[in-house]
């Protein structure tokens, strides 16, 4: 086996949560869209409460649970939270390489980075923020729109 590899991959390992998600959400006749838009506050209330309660998982584990349980728990948030886009029609992936963008400006000219006590990279002068609305707009998205 070379190395950085493992015995456990498979070809859908690779994949985006994207892809995945879409494939849950449609075998199991759950909510999807193709273009960002508005849900039901009813869903967009349960789609919330389904982030928390996520969210609060990975919270205990990072501090009492073993590694395995948290990669878990990590991976359900990230599941959740591609099913929560999915249902408003976001292109997550897309979303996700913006913010990307806009947290590689942090890093300034001079290779310098600024950091907090706690080791939280800071946004620099030549930072530039993420355009998520352009994102959506060219997904299809209305502006105006929630």
Known sequence: MRPG????????????????????????????????GEV???LAAHRGELLVEEAAEVAEVAVTGPLD???HELADVVYVAYGTALV????????????????????????????RADGKVLKGDHYRAPDVGAVLRGQGWQ????
């Open 5 to 36: 590899t493992s015995a456990s991959a498979t070809p859908s390992a690779a994949a985006s949560p994207a892809g995945l998600v879409r494939e849950f959400h449609l075998a199991f006749g759950l909510d999807t869209r193709s273009t960002p």
């Open 40 to 42: 039901s506050p009813q």
């Open 69 to 71: 349980r948290l990669a």
């Open 88 to 115: 408003h029609g976001i292109d997550l992936d897309a979303v996700i390489a913006e913010i990307h963008r806009a947290n590689m400006t942090k890093l300034g000219p001079d290779g310098l980075v600024a950091r």
């Open 143 to 146: 502006a105006g729109e929630r």
